[in-house]
């Protein structure tokens, strides 16, 4: 069993096609990493590296973009036919040119804020470098994003220039000239550097080197092995060790790809032997890797720009993705449960997993600092110091109790050059949409805009909803995570607070359907990288991965009707709630599943098994769902009409069950 939960690196190189430069690439890069991971350390502790000279937090934002944006044309090919094995002439060109305009424009940040320069008055030399820095940005965006993400942020970051044409009609706003946009967009604190980069600066980097450092010091190996200790042995086991390991890893790493590759390579060849088909093992492993970048306390990226739009901390953040993160993986694992149960798939035998004890002797450490994290984001609320204070703590006591993985130099060149690549590829993403919060804070379209979409909806909250979520899901096709939640924060999320939800529950909302793009076709990410480890087609992995993922797409309502699922109200209708749409959970899956616990196989109901399913999962859905709040009816209301369905659901499976006997006993 330990080649079966082995550690796993990232195989980033099989699903994109990156260059691994070595020589002396490889030690800019990991000389830059250093670098950034120290500047960061200087501002969020005050140590005053810079003797004499406290920087700006413009200027540490511009240096950090200095640092890592020109790695992107090192890393990242501008195309197919670029070669991987060396940087061509014109990557280099565009690297020294990303290094020469962000000096530039870093050398003037402080005469800028003295002079109002972000809104006019911008000498021409400052607006070149600033023209030059916003055509790399998109190049940039392109290569670490997509052409998608870049196509859909570009026409924005224009719109400025063009915003007060009639024919925009409600994105009709403040028209500005080229040199305007440009001061604008990176000179002041709202576009390039705005919340996006800020919150990658101020805490992303910290939890990125927690991150990293976990898996570098072997927590990888410790989480699978403690899954498949714990749940290899029920019934579909394999399926249900994918869920728990890839929980565990994203709760650590927030990276929906690093987890699929991760947990993937020893998971789905483990699902496959016990029974599961290739498409369904890389659907389950898909969709659990995904709830990475909802699992805290090392949420994805997104979360972070979610508390700078909110103006609230990180731990905020974090507690509010408890519940939501909780039923997410709950349904997953009751979907498996009812899948296994129903087609008589059984859990790996005893003999072949690893022992608890020895799995708990090996990695007992990774407990305290996972205890130390979660203290500090609690109780102290540092977000800023946690992760630099766990990862400290991880590295004392990985070179204290783990023999076999003790850092070396190599480990530790390894560790940057890693943290250096997720850098560069975050900054590229984020300064690139961080153009998209500059044009529509430029223009002073955003308030009108709300009222707009609320007279759309016809001051009906449910069609709002409903708009928010297909949007999201539109623009999740061909977006990141991050880059769908700041599109529907910055438009869709000031109109559904207008409406009178709860801003926390409402940016929650979003961020959860954006995170769903992941597993939705024709994108699917994670869909694809599983099919790929799974050896299945990667669409039918992906339509698969929505079907055993259909329950997780009703979730995002539940929190939204009523935002005690976010820990915003009363902790004993938080305590109801989510018991009631835990239990209510269990009869959607049954019922999707044709397998209910306390019935049985729901085949056996003959003729009579579809009415009974579609029975289970309407009341299963009228017992998750809140009461009160936005419903017309209330919540004892809907649980007394969820059980009178469940009841009517239970009565036809056994009346059928009671036809089949009948029927097998007269022949």
């Known amino acids: 069993m330990a080649g079966l939960a082995g550690a796993g690196a990232p195989l980033e190189a099989e699903t994109l096609r990156l260059r691994r430069p070595g020589g002396l690439?490889?030690?800019?890069?990991?000389?830059?990493?250093?670098?950034?991971i120290l500047l960061c350390v200087n501002q969020q502790f005050a140590l005053r590296f810079f003797v004499?000279?406290?920087?700006?937090?413009?200027?540490?934002?511009?240096?950090?973009?200095?640092?890592?944006?020109?790695?992107?044309?090192?890393?990242?090919?501008?195309?197919?036919?670029?070669?991987?094995?060396?940087?061509?002439w014109y990557d280099v060109a565009l690297f020294l040119a990303a290094v020469g305009a962000g000096v530039w424009l870093m050398l003037h940040m402080r005469r800028a804020a003295e002079l109002g320069w972000e809104f006019a008055g911008a000498p021409d030399h400052v607006l070149a470098a600033g023209a030059v820095m916003w055509a790399l940005l998109m190049e940039a965006l392109r290569r670490a994003g997509g052409l998608s993400l870049m196509l859909c942020v570009a026409p924005f970051t224009f719109y400025p220039l063009f915003a007060g044409a009639g024919w925009l009609g409600p994105l009709r706003g403040s028209q500005s000239t080229a040199g305007q946009a440009i001061a604008y967009h990176m000179l002041s604190a709202e576009s390039v550097l705005g919340i996006p980069m800020q919150a990658f600066a101020e805490t992303v980097i910290g939890f990125l080197v927690f991150g990293a450092a976990l898996m570098t010091t072997g927590a990888g190996r410790f989480f699978i092995n403690l899954a498949f200790a714990l749940c290899g042995a029920f019934r579909g086991g394999a399926a249900k060790v994918c869920i728990f390991a890839s929980a565990l890893l994203g709760m650590m790493s927030g990276s929906v790809i690093s987890n699929v590759l991760t947990a993937g390579a020893m998971t789905i060849p483990v699902m496959k032997r016990s029974g599961f088909r290739a498409h369904y093992a890389g659907a389950i492993e898909a969709c659990a890797s995904t709830g990475a970048v909802l699992a805290p306390p090392v949420m994805g990226a997104t979360a972070f720009v979610m508390a700078q739009f909110l103006n609230v901390s990180y731990a905020e953040v974090a507690l509010a993705a408890v519940i939501p993160s909780l039923l997410y993986y709950a349904g997953l694992f009751l979907q498996v449960d009812a899948y296994a149960a129903r087609h008589g798939l059984v859990g790996i035998r005893r003999e072949e997993l690893p022992s608890l004890r020895e799995t708990f002797r090996e990695g007992w450490y990774y407990a305290f600092v996972i205890a130390l994290l979660v203290v500090m984001l609690l109780y102290f609320k540092r977000e800023s110091h946690a992760p630099f204070w766990a990862t400290a703590l991880l590295l004392v006591l990985n070179q204290i109790f783990n023999r076999e993985g003790r850092w070396t130099l190599a480990s530790v060149?390894?560790?940057?050059?890693?943290?250096?690549?997720?850098?560069?590829?975050?900054?590229?993403?984020?300064?690139?949409c961080g153009l998209l919060i500059g044009a529509f804070s430029m223009t002073g379209v955003i308030s009108s805009l709300a009222g707009d979409l609320v007279a759309l909806a016809g001051q009906n909250v449910f069609l709002l909803l409903a708009m928010a979520a297909v949007t999201s899901m539109i623009l999740g096709l061909g977006l990141t995570t991050t880059a769908c939640y700041i599109f529907l924060a910055i438009l869709v999320g000031p109109a559904l607070e207008r409406m009178g939800l709860n801003a926390m529950a409402t940016h929650m909302f979003i961020f959860y359907w954006g995170m769903l793009s992941a597993i939705t076709p024709p994108v699917a990410i994670a869909s694809f990288a599983a099919a790929g480890i799974a050896g299945s087609p990667p669409m039918k992995t992906g339509w698969e991965s929505m079907r055993v993922g259909s329950i997780i797409y009703f979730l995002p309502f539940f929190f939204v009707l009523n935002p005690a699922f976010v820990f915003q109200g009363p902790g004993l209708e938080t305590a109801v709630l989510t018991?009631?749409?835990?239990?209510?959970?269990?009869?959607?899956?049954?019922?999707?599943?044709?397998?209910?616990?306390?019935?049985?196989?729901?085949?056996?109901?003959?003729?009579?098994?579809?009415?009974?399913?579609?029975?289970?999962?309407?009341?299963?859905?009228?017992?998750?769902?809140?009461?009160?709040?936005?419903?017309?009816?209330g919540t004892m209301t809907m649980t007394l009409a969820a059980l009178a369905i469940l009841a009517l659901a239970a009565a036809l499976y056994l009346a059928g069950r009671g036809v089949r006997a009948s029927g097998r006993a007269g022949a």
């Not at 240096?63 to 501008?78: D, S």
């Not at 999962?617 to 009461?627: F, H, K, N, Q, S």
Request: glycine share 12%.
């Open 25 to 36: 690439w490889r030690g800019l890069l990991v000389a830059v990493a250093a670098l950034a």
């Open 52 to 88: 004499g000279f406290t920087p700006l937090n413009t200027e540490y934002y511009y240096l950090l973009v200095t640092l890592l944006l020109p790695f992107t044309f090192v890393i990242f090919p501008g195309s197919r036919a670029a070669p991987l094995d060396r940087v061509p």
């Open 413 to 432: 060149t390894g560790f940057l050059e890693t943290n250096g690549r997720t850098f560069v590829e975050l900054t590229a993403i984020l300064a690139g």
């Open 579 to 633: 018991a009631r749409a835990l239990a209510g959970a269990l009869f959607i899956c049954g019922g999707m599943q044709g397998y209910q616990a306390g019935l049985g196989d729901l085949r056996a109901a003959g003729a009579l098994e579809w009415p009974a399913r579609a029975l289970l999962m309407l009341g299963g859905i009228a017992l998750a769902t809140p009461g009160d709040a936005l419903m017309p009816l």
